[in-house]
């Protein structure tokens, strides 16, 4: 049984910060990429950042390049989305997955076998 957990959402003020963590039970992160995404009202699902199964490479969108920053610690089976300088425009549902073995071009969303339930970021004052 595969399951992916995402948690660290709430409201923050524009200007703020938070961290977002994807924990996998029921299997090891540690043989797969492991995706960001999210999705705000009316708007499809975009791709946020990616991590490599070996933390060689990491990709972010541009709207988000130099605010966010992605890591994994693959012995808490855990992997977190730091978002700092944070807009109302990142308000949305944010979501982890996993793709076998690398991450997507430009994070698309393709490929990505196992998904979160999501969590809500809002930015606002």
Do not use: H
């Not at 990429?33 to 999210?38: D, E, K, S, Y």
């Not at 499809?44 to 130099?66: L, Q």
């Not at 978002?83 to 944010?94: G, I, Q, R």
């Amino acid at each position: 049984q595969l399951l992916l957990v995402e948690s660290g959402g709430g409201l923050v003020q524009p200007g703020g910060s938070l961290r977002l963590s994807c924990a996998a039970s029921g299997f090891t992160l540690d043989n797969y990429a492991i995706g960001w995404f999210r999705q705000a009202p009316g708007k499809e699902r975009e791709g946020v950042s990616c991590i490599s199964s070996s933390s060689s490479n990491t990709i972010y969108a541009d709207s988000v390049k130099g605010r966010f920053t992605i890591s994994r610690d693959n012995a808490k089976n855990t992997v977190y989305l730091q978002m700092n300088s944070l807009k109302p425009e990142d308000t949305a549902v944010y979501y982890c997955a996993t793709r076998r073995y690398y991450c997507s071009a430009n994070v698309r969303p393709v490929g990505y076998d196992y998904w979160g339930q999501g969590t809500q970021v809002t930015v606002s004052s």
